[in-house]
Nanobody
């Protein structure tokens, strides 16, 4: 079992920044890949960013590339999402998720992730 707890969401003006954090516990943190997803009202949950076990390789959705940065600290069991140049369309509940598969490939599929946090709300006002 892996427990994931997100924090750092809030209300921010367009063009501003937020940093989301996700604390993990329960299994050896460096043994699984991590991803951030988001879900806006009335829309499906979508992939935002992913990171390999080592933290050396990342992958982003086109909609956030160049604005968001995912990182992890394996010593602290933490994963982060730095969000800059926020837009109104970034408004959503953001979820941290863990992918336990042994493959090194970062997957964007919701169904490939085994554990999820409860989510944190990000609201960007225009």
């Amino acid at each position: 079992q892996v427990q994931l707890v997100e924090s750092g969401g809030g209300l921010v003006q367009a063009g501003g920044s937020l940093r989301l954090s996700c604390a993990a516990s329960g299994r050896t943190f460096s043994n699984y890949k991590l991803g951030w997803f988001r879900q806006a009202p009335g829309k499906e949950r979508e992939f935002v960013a992913g990171i390999r076990r080592s933290g050396l390789r990342t992958y982003y959705a086109d909609s956030v590339k160049g604005r968001f940065t995912i990182s992890r600290d394996n010593a602290k069991n933490m994963v982060y999402l730095q969000m800059n140049s926020l837009k109104a369309e970034d408004t959503a509940v953001y979820y941290c998720a863990a992918d336990m598969a042994q493959s090194i490939t970062i997957t964007t599929m919701v169904g490939s992730y085994d554990y999820w946090g409860q989510g944190t709300q990000v609201t960007v006002s225009s």
